[in-house]
Nanobody
Framework: QVQLVESGGGLVQPGGSLRLSCAAS????????MGWYRQAPGKQRELVAR???????NYAETVKGRFTISWGNAKNTVYLQMNSLKPEDTAVYYC????????YGQGTQVTVSS
């Protein structure tokens, strides 16, 4: 089993920045992909960004150039730096890990509003 705990969400004005953190614990060996999904009210959960062990990354088109995903110094940690935030980025953000199965954290709310 893998447990994921997110932190760093909150309320920010349009154009602002936030950094989300996710720490994995439990059976974390052989996790080869971690990432972030988000779900806005009334919408399906969507992939925001993911990173694999070698460092390759993928981003949703809507966040390219504004968001950056990275590994922490401890390989059980992943960050999502979000810049130039827009109201449409408002959602619950979920950390994700892939190890045989998909694991998700409980989510952290990000609200972009003036």
């Amino acid at each position: 089993q893998v447990q994921l705990v997110e932190s760093g969400g909150g309320l920010v004005q349009p154009g602002g920045s936030l950094r989300l953190s996710c720490a994995a614990s439990g059976s974390i060996s052989s996790i080869n992909t971690m990432g972030w999904y988000r779900q806005a009210p009334g919408k399906q959960r969507e992939l925001v960004a993911r990173i694999i062990t070698g460092g390759s990354t993928n981003y949703a088109e809507t966040v390219k150039g504004r968001f950056t995903i990275s590994w922490g110094n401890a390989k059980n940690t992943v960050y999502l730096q979000m810049n130039s935030l827009k109201p449409e980025d408002t959602a619950v953000y979920y950390c994700h890990a892939l190890k045989m199965s998909n694991y998700y954290g409980q989510g952290t709310q990000v609200t972009v509003s003036s």
